[in-house]
T-cell receptor, first 113, second 113 residues
Framework: KQEVTQIPAALSVPEGENLVLNCSFT??????LQWFRQDPGKGLTSLLL?????REQTSGRLNASLDKSSGRSTLYIAASQPGDSATYLC????????????FGTGTSLTVIP | DGGITQSPKYLFRKEGQNVTLSCEQN?????MYWYRQDPGQGLRLIYY???????QKGDIAEGYSVSREKKESFPLTVTSAQKNPTAFYLC????????????FGPGTRLTVL
């Protein structure tokens, strides 16, 4: 069974710092990997989706990379702002079950003004 | 204004009662999902549906039931057989196809009294 791990569970950084969030998965047979943001008590907001054939995707200050062979993805946030404070989750769509996504437990990010 | 709506936002249930959570989308997505989120755990899949009148069990389907009579609607019933139903429930949808993003509703928080 696919297992998705996000380390660290929590991260606190000063405003303006660049930071990297990590996502690891055990089964490299994935179709895609999606990064989400979740604010307390809210639903998930999609940030970026990387297809299995891609190495990275960029949106504004966010850059996500994917290394299928090593089972890793990173989300890079440039010039962090207090508004970036949220929980960040990754999810993988695996090949042998069609439509099932597996989620990590998330990294809770706090950006200190 | 396209999106996914979930109702109610908060729901309280007495032990032994069945309750139904609503999920509606106007994005014309064919696939819909129900997840459960507990503190410190990743999202876990309850049920998903790729087409009308068809749905598949996820990893934690016991004590839950769903229907998919219309493309835009995917209600979830939490039955009395679900022993620990207190959780945050999230509905999602997407176009089928391995490279398409998931989009989420705002969630329903269910509490058993």
């Amino acid at each position: 069974k696919q297992e998705v791990t996000q380390i660290p569970a929590a991260l606190s950084v000063p405003e303006g710092e660049n930071l990297v969030l990590n996502c690891s998965f055990t089964d490299s047979a994935i179709y895609n990997l999606q990064w989400f943001r979740q604010d307390p008590g809210k639903g998930l907001t999609s940030l970026l989706l990387i297809q299995s054939s891609q190495r990275e995707q960029t949106s504004g200050r966010l850059n996500a990379s994917l290394d299928k062979s090593s089972g890793r993805s990173t989300l890079y946030i440039a010039a962090s702002q207090p508004g970036d404070s949220a929980t960040y989750l990754c999810a993988v769509l695996i090949s042998n079950t069609g439509n099932q996504f597996y989620f990590g437990t998330g990294t809770s990010l706090t950006v200190i003004p | 204004d396209g999106g996914i709506t979930q109702s109610p936002k908060y729901l309280f249930r007495k032990e032994g009662q069945n309750v139904t959570l609503s999920c509606e989308q106007n994005l014309n997505h064919d696939a819909m999902y129900w997840y459960r989120q507990d503190p410190g755990q990743g999202l876990r899949l309850i049920y998903y549906s790729q087409i009308v009148n068809d749905f598949q069990k996820g990893d934690i389907a016991e004590g839950y039931s769903v229907s998919r009579e219309k493309k835009e609607s995917f209600p979830l019933t939490v039955t009395s057989a679900q022993k620990n139903p207190t959780a945050f429930y999230l509905c999602a949808s997407r176009w089928s196809g391995i490279y398409n993003e998931q989009f989420f509703g705002p969630g329903t928080r269910l509490t058993v009294l």
